[in-house]
């Protein structure tokens, strides 16, 4: 049992006791703040029973503790684990970091043909698209290169971990959980759309022309007179970008699919295939390669943003994918081997514990937050949210971070798009099935700037089909009014305080 909890129930049982004077007065008795205790009720009173939640509440300036719950029950990150990455990749990559495509060769050029073959080394860049490859051709091109008379082979990591230890089954199909690879094109993430039947065609999936090498059949309807018990869709993933649609979807209009790639190395390889139909004769084919010969030299290369701007995507859109490309490449970096996820957890394990952030009993699996194994307490967030706020190193971080009905993840969320929230919040979202948690900063308008950690696992579906707003959006609220109520008051007892010492 907290030691807080402990004391506000002694606290209560006294109270209950006295019979003479106000709350606030009863609180005075025993040299409690009223507002605190104030806040207390408040946080009691609108607690979810059914779900679990652990809080805290930080002044920034005098480091005092407003608020505090369950601080050191570990419980499940979502994407507030996205705050360890981004202070990690700063650590530990620095800002000038970029990922870095590039296309080598170790044959002369005749005629303006390459007289040999080509490598093209992928970097696991997350944000590479199959532009950015086109424009990769073009510079060639602009070099005088019109031809290439050998191979294309593709270099990228061996054996990859392309998902990380609890990672949902079923999510592996939506593009959201695309596998992490040194292959990534489009964000291993390919778009169609399932279109209804009718009475001349079946219900069909048309995918658009960027999907290459990836086939979906099915044989799914839509019940559109919606009369069915049971009715959903369900994606089966064959292997080698092979898919099957089946099930039910009821309605009578179209739908978007978005379908993450099974095998990044294939679709990157029938990819490279159809861009150089157009873009660059070949006159051998495209293959995977094991590495670039000693001899060979750089004749054109793409880089992605730096590594802030690429952080700046990841908290405000809550991107997996670089995320986790990240996680990987701080493994990779520090320990000098292949990326992977056991080796990003260790290294930012090692990297934060250094930075003063203490992990015990805290676990690791991966950098988006998407794995149900990773587990943290408020306390271990609230640390990193500290280095944000005070390290000059990370310090940019608090403007990247979704503002609420602003920007990113906290544009539009139910709670947060109007007053007494709306501006106020700058905070990571951190979202999936069952979890709601919320970590940041309240800067309020002449007042000191409050850190803030709620997290909230153990939610019933039924809940969400409320439409409510979230339980974090009701703490900050009753938190902020606490706050404005305190700053009144002091503010009135300057005033007399000024007024008293005044010559009469």
Same mark, same amino acid.
């Given at each position: ?297 750089? #004749?054109?290369?793409? +880089? ?5 701007? %690429? @952080?700046? $995507?990841?908290? !405000?859109? &809550? ?44 676990? #690791?699996?991966?950098? +988006? ?5 990773? %587990? @943290?307490? $408020?306390?271990? !967030?609230? &640390? ?121």
């Amino acid at each position: 049992m907290d030691l807080l909890f402990k004391t506000m129930l002694y606290t209560g049982l006294i109270l209950s006791s006295l019979s003479i004077g106000s709350r606030a007065e009863q609180a005075n008795i025993l040299g409690i703040e009223p507002n605190a205790m104030a806040l207390s009720q408040s946080i009691a009173n609108i607690n979810p029973r059914h779900s679990q939640t652990a809080l805290l509440a930080l002044d920034l300036a005098s480091n005092n503790i407003i608020y505090s719950q369950q601080a050191d029950t570990l419980l499940i990150p979502a994407s507030t684990q996205k705050i360890l990455t981004a202070v990690t990749a700063m650590a530990e990559l620095g800002s000038e970091f970029r990922y870095v495509t590039e296309l080598w060769t170790d044959a002369p050029i005749r005629n303006g043909h390459i007289a040999g073959s080509v490598y093209l080394r992928f970097s696991g860049d997350p944000t590479l698209t199959q532009l950015d490859l086109t424009a990769l051709f073009a510079s060639l091109v602009k070099q005088g290169i019109n031809g290439i008379d050998g191979h294309m082979y593709l270099i990228g990591d061996k054996q990859e971990q392309l998902q990380a230890p609890g990672w949902v089954w079923d999510d592996l199909g939506i593009c959201y959980a695309a596998p992490v690879s040194s292959y990534i094109i489009n964000q291993n993430c390919v778009f169609g759309q399932f279109t209804p039947s009718n009475e001349k065609q079946p219900s069909k999936v048309v995918l658009r022309a960027s999907s290459y090498g990836v086939q979906v059949s099915s044989d799914a309807v839509f019940d559109q007179q919606a009369n069915r018990d049971f009715c959903q869709l369900d994606l089966v993933r064959l292997g080698q970008n092979n898919y099957h649609l089946r099930g039910c979807y009821p309605g009578a209009v179209a739908i978007p699919l978005a379908i993450a790639v099974t095998d990044p190395a294939q679709f990157a390889r029938d990819t490279l295939t159809a861009i150089l139909k157009v873009e660059m004769p070949l006159s051998g084919k495209v293959r995977m390669g094991n590495s670039i010969p000693k001899k060979a030299k750089l #004749i054109a290369s793409h +880089s992605s943003q730096p590594l802030p701007e %690429l @952080l700046k $995507v990841m908290l !405000l859109k &809550s991107d997996n994918l670089i995320a986790d490309s990240l996680f990987k490449q701080i493994g990779k970096n520090y320990y000098r081997t292949q990326g992977s996820f056991t080796h990003g957890a260790a290294a930012m394990r090692r990297i934060l514990t250094d930075l003063g952030v203490d992990l015990t009993n805290a676990n #690791i699996v991966d950098g +988006s937050g998407l794995s149900r194994y990773n %587990l @943290l307490n $408020v306390n271990q !967030l609230a &640390s990193v949210l500290k280095l944000i706020y005070r390290d000059n190193r990370f310090s940019s971080l608090i403007d990247n971070l979704p503002q609420s009905g602003v920007s990113g993840t906290l544009k539009y969320r139910t709670g947060f798009t109007k007053p007494p929230l709306k501006n106020l919040i700058f905070a990571k979202t951190g979202s999936m099935q069952g979890i709601a948690n919320l970590a940041g900063f309240i800067r309020l308008p002449q007042q000191n700037d409050i850190l803030f950690v709620v997290l909230e696992n153990g939610i019933s579906p039924e809940v969400k089909k409320q439409h409510k707003p979230p339980f974090s959006a009701d703490f900050l609220t009753q938190l902020i009014a606490k706050l404005q109520i305190k700053t009144t008051s002091i503010d009135t007892n300057t005033i007399q305080a000024n007024s008293k010492a005044k010559p009469q």
